[in-house]
């Protein structure tokens, strides 16, 4: 080979997607290649029907307005007219430095992805496909039978046909059906509608306990409308919904057919030596350090949701969920050392675990909103003990308190209703510097335990009024503009500078907040009542503020980097080490830092989108 040959392919060795070719492949390929020189000034590209490869210097690429999209430098990708790829939504450019390019014909480039799948894959012709390829790439399986199980559907655990019966069958009748088969539950049908539940607990309080002759319709005691799951749900996703619901028992369906009933005792025999099932034993706990030794476990979880590839948003709901049974927990603990609460409560969630994306790492948020009956001289100290020993006792569990200290425990934050009314009122009405820094705490909040219909009047007024005040809302998007993806011009990652954490990316702030923010503040513009990101992004999505297609990429670009973020954690708790945020670059390979700055672009373009759009730009 030339000696100029040999030098094109060292190149492309070293260059993501070529290093995925094979050895012949590379040893074929630089002979395809045509160089051109460009002088500075001059136009990009130099011809139609190419993949550009930047050698050496350096390209600005501009828009149809003159702005400037992005710019190119060694080492960077350019295409818009092979069919298989589109890396730019900007046509045209020029060199601002002079510039050496390798230029591979689209045939050519058709051929090579025909020849190699790994290749191929870079080459998605959107940036959707692209992420959604990085989200299924990143997620790698695991051969551990412990996690294994986790990985199961819950489909595959139903061993026997439904057990049904008809509406307006007597109470006698359906416990003698029961009887005989053997079961615990049946499913009540109109046709082949599912229209109720009966379980052997609703024949002993709803029929016995009351006096019931059992002549009555069945209709009379069963669960109306209960809830279903489909067939192909994850069992470790399933025993989290019946954990946070507190179900028992839940039907199954297949495409909308009912195949059967799965109950906590199938899901604890399929899994009771998996941590997943950590929320049994925090409902089992007597005191707080019983939830202390469950909470313990929850870096194993981490863990092993990790290397079972479930979702990042999964783990998030995982962890959630959990926090929301150990809070739960020690809220009925206070109350038995406390005697009962003087007015109506409800314990309310912020931030992370709101959203039900919280890690096994997070720091608490929470409030109490207190019923308007609420005399502060006469019922302040038992909700200041409540708080006290519920926020103790998750800052011993691992959820440390708030730096902030925006916990039920400050005063401003245990409060009843019409206060918190006017709270929001004023946050929305005249906002200013502290209401924005509290936005992404306080207008994430989710009722936890209590009286939940407090919560409902709080939620409509907040949604009534940022729906309609449009400087509320600037001011929301400026704030969230201050978290801007770590991405220059060049497509370069802007590290972190001094301290701890020197020359790393930090994935929170810089990839994650970002989606969240933009995601809150569509959502309060449209008066949605959603409070997880991927829900809010689903619910905002085909309207004027947010295109179908760019809340899918914002969905996968969130999925693709929160789950960098958990492999890097689980990674730091497999050497012992605190888990955080803070990734360096070198531990990503290059496959992975090219589809992170594919999902930084996409934030990128969303926030430009919406400052001008809610007029954050023009707050200075």
């Known amino acids: 080979m030339e000696v100029e040959l040999i030098e094109i392919r060292q190149f492309l060795a070293q260059r993501n997607p070529f290093n995925y070719l094979s050895t012949e492949l590379l040893d074929e390929l630089p002979k395809d290649i045509e160089i051109r020189y460009l002088r500075r000034g001059s136009t990009f590209p130099p011809k139609e029907g190419f993949l550009y490869l930047v050698r050496s210097g350096a390209v600005e690429i501009f828009d149809g307005h003159g702005e400037l999209c992005e710019k190119l430098d060694e080492g960077a990708l350019y295409s818009v007219t092979c069919q298989l790829v589109n890396f730019s939504q900007c046509e045209k450019g020029e060199a601002v430095e002079d510039t050496l390019l390798y230029m591979l014909g689209c045939e050519r480039l058709k051929s090579l992805c025909r020849e190699s799948k790994a290749f191929s894959e870079h080459f998605s012709s959107t940036v959707k496909e692209r992420l959604k390829a990085a989200v299924t790439k990143v997620q790698e399986s695991s051969d551990d039978p412990t996690v294994a199980a986790m990985m199961v559907s819950v489909g595959s655990l139903i061993r026997k046909e439904p057990i049904t019966i008809r509406s307006g069958m007597t109470i006698r009748e359906t416990a003698a059906l029961m009887s005989n088969k053997d079961v615990s539950s049946v499913m009540v049908m109109q046709g082949d509608e599912l229209v109720g539940l009966v379980t052997d607990r609703d024949l002993r309080k709803r029929c016995v306990a009351i006096g019931l002759t059992g002549s009555e319709p069945i209709d009379q005691i069963m669960t109306p409308d209960p809830e279903t799951i489909e067939a192909t749900t994850l069992t470790a996703q399933a025993l989290m919904l019946m954990t946070r619901k507190r179900f028992h028992h839940l039907p199954v369906t297949r495409d909308g057919k009912l195949v059967g009933m799965i109950t906590a005792t199938d899901l604890a025999n399929h899994q009771s030596s998996n941590s997943a099932y950590l929320a049994a034993d925090v409902r089992k706990a007597k005191t707080v350090q019983d939830l202390v030794d469950v909470s313990s476990r929850l870096p194993k ?167 309609k005040n449009r400087i509320f809302l600037a001011y929301m998007m400026a704030n969230a503009l201050s978290h801007r993806p770590p991405l220059g011009f060049f497509r370069q990652f802007v590290l972190e500078r001094g301290g701890d954490h020197e020359h790393t990316l930090d994935l929170k702030h810089k990839g994650i907040v970002p989606i969240t923010d933009i995601a809150r503040v569509l959502a309060l513009s449209l008066g949605k009542e959603p409070v997880n990101t991927v829900d809010r992004l689903r619910a905002c999505a085909g309207t004027e503020a947010l295109s179908d297609e760019m809340a899918e990429n914002l969905e996968d670009a969130l999925e693709f980097i929160a789950t960098l973020r958990i492999l890097h954690q689980a990674e730091q708790i497999k050497r012992g080490q605190k888990a955080d945020n803070y990734v360096p670059p070198d531990e990503l390979s290059e496959l992975e830092r090219e589809h992170l700055k594919h999902a930084f672009k996409v934030i990128q373009t969303m926030q430009e989108s919406m400052g001008k759009r809610f007029g954050a730009d023009n707050l200075g």
């Open 301 to 467: 979880l981490h863990l092993n949701l990790a290397a079972a590839s479930v979702t990042a948003r999964h783990i998030g709901e995982a962890v959630s969920c959990l926090t929301d049974s150990i809070t739960g927990r020690l809220l009925e603990m206070a109350e038995q050392q406390l005697g009962e609460p003087p007015v109506p409560y409800v314990w309310m969630a912020g931030g992370s675990q709101a959203r039900h994306e919280q890690s096994s790492h997070s720091d608490q948020d929470n409030a109490l909103l207190l019923s308007d009956d609420f005399d502060e001289t006469e019922h302040d100290a038992y909700f200041a003990a409540l708080a006290k020993f519920v926020s103790d006792g998750l800052d011993a569990c691992g959820f440390v308190y708030c730096p902030g200290d925006a916990m039920a425990t400050n005063p401003e934050w245990r409060q009843p209703l019409r206060v918190w009314q006017g709270y929001f009122n004023k946050w929305i009405e005249a906002p200013e510097p502290k209401s924005v820094m509290l936005s992404s705490i306080f207008f994430d909040l989710r009722p936890v335990k209590g009286d939940m219909d407090l919560f409902v009047p709080l939620q409509q007024n907040i949604l009534s009024k940022s729906q």
